[in-house]
């Protein structure tokens, strides 16, 4: 009997390590592909992948970048191009064409703001019940018809009308590309999302970049309507300013072609042609190496949570005065004191394209900083200097022109402050994904809508070219913006203060719990063991009898 007992027992035992097996294949396998991410493994400066990262992950990350960043740099470069044009064809023929003596160019940017901040909501809405493959591309084409049918434009109100059409369908833009990393998942009937493609030192580069791109079509906007002003004005009877909407839309039709290629598919539904099964398990893996949450479902207690925290009223008050102090001094703020000094028309499109070159190299040296020390304080302080001299140059005023070309260049490096004010939340708001894609999409309907306001209260086109309350009131904002970083500083190092000692709590509650289930596996191990030795004597017992 004890004989049989033994085999019986050692037969289940079989059977328990048979059923083992098959989890611990599947856990080998998890773990080949955590070993491919990239702990940090040294403080070395690095300029685009961090030093210990496997080939596996360099070539997804290269992927990456060949197809989301560059179909949303793309894009973003036709968004900002059209904002620019405006501004451009005021200054190239349109105020004489259309005989605009007012602050029709305000309400002109105004409606086109209006626009967008109405979009924002409906497109959210949309963008979580619809693909972003499918969304974004459709929004790209009917973006590119309104903005060609304003070239027809007779009056500042048609204007006006087609403005804020471009408006509310760009508003899928901005919050649609910073979330198209983020992946719809259809569980048990709910939908949500799930982190954004890139991992944390990945993102003040490439948001930069992101950025940066925008920008760069602020500097081609006007050396394309420098080079038609030079060259078809006139053409088919079609006035220069009016060319520039038309190349515009011209511009806007590949991406509809590029986004439908190269847009990857949700990543929890399925793979998308340019990346193996390997790879979209490594997309994953790489979020979670950053505590990268899934988004739940969005019910009540996200309202509570958005607004019960400091995130929301310290972030959008940060990115509100960032946007305060962006509303001048500005490219076309800088165009109409070109043109109030009679310099020509090629002169006040090209001259202010310096100063989105500052923002340019200005952001992409302070993303790679940031991204290689961890830190993005450094760069904000050099923003709030840099802005301080020049509004106080401007409020001077009476100065000489080389130091009005400087007070104006100089003021670009705010550009830069849009991408850390994002990865900032990304990093502070990881742990909440329907938080941070609440306080993300409010940056940026908030900021817009106060700039709006400021814009036309302290910068009217009236007043140009010395904008007397708007380089006062930007002075103001410039000091105030520097006068919130450390607000900012406390509440974000107090929220790492807490979740480290989580971090340390739950450590040792799970390496107490752990040692107590090892001691009473030991000692039912030992009282299982104590009971066969006694079965067994007492059955030699009556084996001799």
């Not at 408006?167 to 899928?172: D, K, L, T, Y």
């Not at 939908?191 to 791109?213: C, D, L, M, P, V």
Request: aromatic residues 14%; hydrophobic residues 45%; positive net charge.
């Amino acid at each position: 009997m004890g004989f049989l007992r033994k085999m019986l027992g050692g037969s289940r035992q079989d059977e328990s390590s048979e059923r083992v097996e098959e989890p611990a294949t599947a856990q080998a396998q998890t773990s080949a592909v955590d070993a491919l991410i990239a702990p940090k493994t040294s403080d070395k400066f690095y300029f685009w992948t961090r030093p210990g990262t496997s080939k596996e992950e360099k070539k997804l990350v290269q992927k990456l970048d060949l197809a989301i960043l560059t179909f949303c740099c793309l894009t973003f470069f036709a968004k900002d191009l059209d904002r620019n044009n405006i501004n451009n064809a005021y200054i190239s023929g349109m105020k004489e064409d259309l005989n605009l003596n007012g602050n029709e160019l305000n309400w002109m940017v105004t409606w086109f703001q209006i626009g967008y901040i109405v979009g924002q909501i409906p497109s959210q809405i949309l963008l979580t019940k619809i693909s972003p493959r499918w969304y974004l591309p459709a929004a790209e084409f009917f973006w590119g018809f309104f903005v060609l049918f304003i070239y027809k434009c007779q009056t500042p109100e048609q204007i006006y009308a087609l403005r804020f059409c471009v408006g509310f369908i760009e508003a899928a833009s901005w919050p649609g590309l910073h979330f198209m990393g983020m992946c719809r998942l259809s569980r048990r009937g709910s939908k949500f999302y799930i982190g954004t493609w890139y991992r944390n030192h990945e993102i003040n580069k490439r948001s930069g970049i992101f950025t940066a791109s925008g920008i760069a079509a602020t500097m081609f906007s006007g050396y394309i309507q420098a080079g038609i002003y030079e060259t078809i004005d006139g053409h088919l009877g079609i006035r220069g300013w009016r060319w520039l909407f038309i190349i515009d839309f011209l511009i806007t039709c590949p991406m509809v072609i590029i986004g439908l290629i190269i847009i990857p598919n949700p990543l929890y539904e399925k793979s998308t042609w340019w990346m193996t099964e390997t790879e979209r398990q490594m997309c994953m893996k790489r979020l979670e190496a950053d505590n990268r949450k899934p988004l739940g479902h969005f019910d009540r207690s996200l309202f509570k949570r958005v607004l019960g925290r400091w995130h929301f009223w310290i972030l959008c008050t940060w990115f509100s005065l960032m946007y305060f102090v962006y509303q001048a001094p500005t490219t076309s703020t800088m165009a109409l004191w070109l043109k109030a000094e009679k310099y020509s028309v090629p002169d006040a499109n090209n001259l202010p394209t310096v100063y989105s070159a500052v923002s340019i190299v200005f952001m992409l040296v302070s993303g790679t900083y940031n991204d290689w020390r961890g830190s993005q304080v450094e760069s904000v302080i050099l923003i709030c200097m840099t802005q301080i001299v020049s509004e106080s140059l401007l409020v001077a005023w009476n100065i000489s022109k080389p130091a009005h070309f400087f007070a104006y260049y100089i003021a670009g490096t705010i550009q830069s402050l849009f991408p850390i004010i994002v990865s900032w939340t990304h990093r502070v708001c990881s742990s909440d994904a329907e938080e941070r894609a609440i306080v993300i999409g409010a940056l940026n309907s908030i900021g817009l809508a106060q700039g709006t306001w400021w814009n036309q209260v302290f910068v009217p086109t009236v007043e140009a070219p010395r904008f007397y309350r708007g380089y006062r009131a930007g002075l103001a904002a410039s000091l105030a913006l520097s006068a919130w970083l450390p607000v900012v500083m406390w509440f974000t190092r107090r929220q790492e203060r807490q979740e480290k000692n989580q971090a340390t709590t739950s450590q040792v509650t799970e390496g107490s719990e752990h040692d107590t289930e090892e001691a009473r596996a030991s000692l039912e191990k030992r009282g299982a063991s104590t009971n066969l030795t006694e079965q067994d004597k007492a059955n030699e017992v009556g084996i001799v009898m």
